[in-house]
């Protein structure tokens, strides 16, 4: 079975082995809005040991999708294709600031307050694993409740 | 991108488009288990248009999941490969009886009484949609339905 290159689109490498499905739910990509793809999974890559690869036919990111699939997806790298060739490579990262895309898990938090509405913030706590800390509370967010928060329990 | 031909495994061919996600669903396959596996969606298909294909290296079917895949991929055909050749291909058909697979929805039906814990059975209606009726209480259950049932809303 060939997987034809795509004419135009994005291809997501080097997605650590078993979180395309993660990938595709953080692009809110069910199947069901036709969008040509195709998805490996726990295939040999030299760098990963495994990894996962995604393909989609004309569609790209954003911003904030591209900041979310750094979280799920760190190690990613993110290839658009126009006309078959590579227009544009670029390599995920864990952003240094996120603005309003986690939820602060203390519920005594500021951004919690529904009367108040302050936009959840967050800086990068460096290191191996992804933390992150709320800028109002202090509270540490870690990877488990990040992929919790961004593609529900049962991904 | 070349999805190899796999050495043993499964190939469900002819999903109808848009579905292979809810196919892996019911398989309770995350990407996590390990499997190496290949998805493709919205593809062309001379039967049906469009279609999509899942390939799977070993992990073959069992009874109760053939019936499930052909509740959500009426179309599909399960190729079964073994040493790079197709030993067996079936075409799935939608059980004409379920047994313990969907729940009624009348909430009176005797399936649905904890105290006399009776295996809920169901008879395909014939026709163009896929309806089951309850052995017990006659309810009609509908496509929408036995899909939320099998994979959830939010496949």
Chains 1, 2 share one sequence.
């Not at 809110?28 to 040509?36: A, K, S």
């Not at 227009?87 to 600031?97: D, M, N, Q, W, Y």
């Not at 603005?99 to 919690?112: A, D, K, M, V």
Request: aromatic share 4%; hydrophobic share 40%.
């Amino acid at each position: 079975m060939l997987v034809r290159k795509i004419k135009s689109g994005t291809v997501i490498d080097h997605i650590p082995a078993g979180r395309a499905l993660m990938v595709l739910r953080i692009l809110e990509i069910t199947g069901r809005e036709g969008y040509r793809l195709a998805v490996v999974m726990n295939v040999e890559s030299k760098k990963l040991g495994r990894k996962d690869i995604v393909k989609i036919e004309d569609r790209f990111m954003e911003g904030e999708e591209v900041d979310k699939i750094a979280l799920v997806a760190p190690t990613a790298t993110i290839n658009i294709i126009r006309d078959y060739k590579i227009v544009e490579k670029r390599k995920v990262s864990a952003p240094r600031l996120l603005e309003g895309i986690l939820r602060c898990t203390n519920p005594t938090c500021i951004t919690r307050k529904e009367r108040e509405p302050v936009t959840p913030r967050f800086r990068l706590v460096e290191g191996k694993k992804l933390r992150y800390q709320c800028l109002y509370c202090g509270t540490i967010i870690e990877e488990d409740e990040i992929l919790e928060q961004l593609i529900g329990r049962n991904p």
